[in-house]
């Protein structure tokens, strides 16, 4: 069995020990990643997913096994710390059991911080949304509902030059600031979701095309046309 791109159809690569999980909040299995020290993550298959895009959305369901400081869910870095899209949770001590969502290009940025919304061995789906022809803030969702808008504002097109991470957060040391859980179906989109459509996708009711990414796995890549969320793993 191998992590599929069902939008390229190519093969993600990975780097540690991604594990399958059978323990999947959607399908029969899911990524259990180690986190810090372990170097371990996914790999898209495209560097640029993202390039030049007026407006984005990342979702995955995630449950931790325990807190890593800036522990890395989804996230992109170029050299030069452009087009930096991050859904990320923090440890005590930092932002307590929260979650954060980033999206930073150049000079410009919008953050949403929010404290005290993820415990251990608990399903959510997460995701977060941006459009810089809306009000060009970061809105993050928690179980279908919003949870916080980000201060400051993105108006201009995102840039990207560096792969997303799904476990892992490189703008830290390898092994610093890794996922230490599981993550299921992560999917990327090059437009905002509606409010309803994030709602939408935590009831179960399908996902709204078109996709830049979703993360399956399988031995042949999926049918994006007729697969539902619940990719070729069941």
């Not at 990524?31 to 997913?49: C, E, Q």
């Not at 050299?79 to 410009?108: D, H, M, R, T, W």
Request: with cysteine; hydrophobic share 35%.
């Amino acid at each position: 069995d191998r992590w599929v791109d069902a939008v390229s159809r190519g093969y993600a690569s990975v780097t540690g020990e991604v594990a399958f999980t059978p323990d999947a909040r959607v399908g029969s299995h899911a990524a259990k990643i180690r986190g810090s020290p372990y170097d371990d993550y996914i790999a898209t298959v495209n560097s640029t997913l993202l390039e030049g895009a007026d407006a984005l959305s990342i979702a995955c369901w995630i449950k931790l096994n325990g807190y890593t400081h800036y522990g890395g869910i989804v996230t992109s870095r170029d050299s030069f710390l452009k087009g930096f899209n991050q859904l990320q949770y923090s440890p005590p001590g930092i932002v307590e059991k929260g979650l954060q969502f980033l999206v930073q290009v150049s000079g410009a940025s919008s953050l949403v911080q929010v404290p005290g919304v993820l415990e251990t061995n608990t399903w959510y789906l997460i995701t977060g949304t941006w459009d810089r022809f809306g009000d060009g803030r970061a809105r993050l969702y928690i179980n279908g509902s919003l949870i916080g808008t980000g201060g400051g504002q993105v108006l201009v097109k995102m840039t990207q030059a560096d792969y997303f991470k799904v476990g892992k957060d490189d703008g830290f040391a390898p092994g610093a600031a890794n996922h230490k859980g599981i993550v299921d179906e992560v999917i990327i989109w090059n437009r905002a979701l509606t409010s309803n459509e994030v709602y939408q996708l935590y009831k179960g009711d399908g996902v709204t095309y078109p996709l830049r990414f979703q993360l399956r796995s399988g031995l042949t890549p999926a049918d994006v046309l007729t697969a539902t969320f619940g990719g070729p793993d069941g």
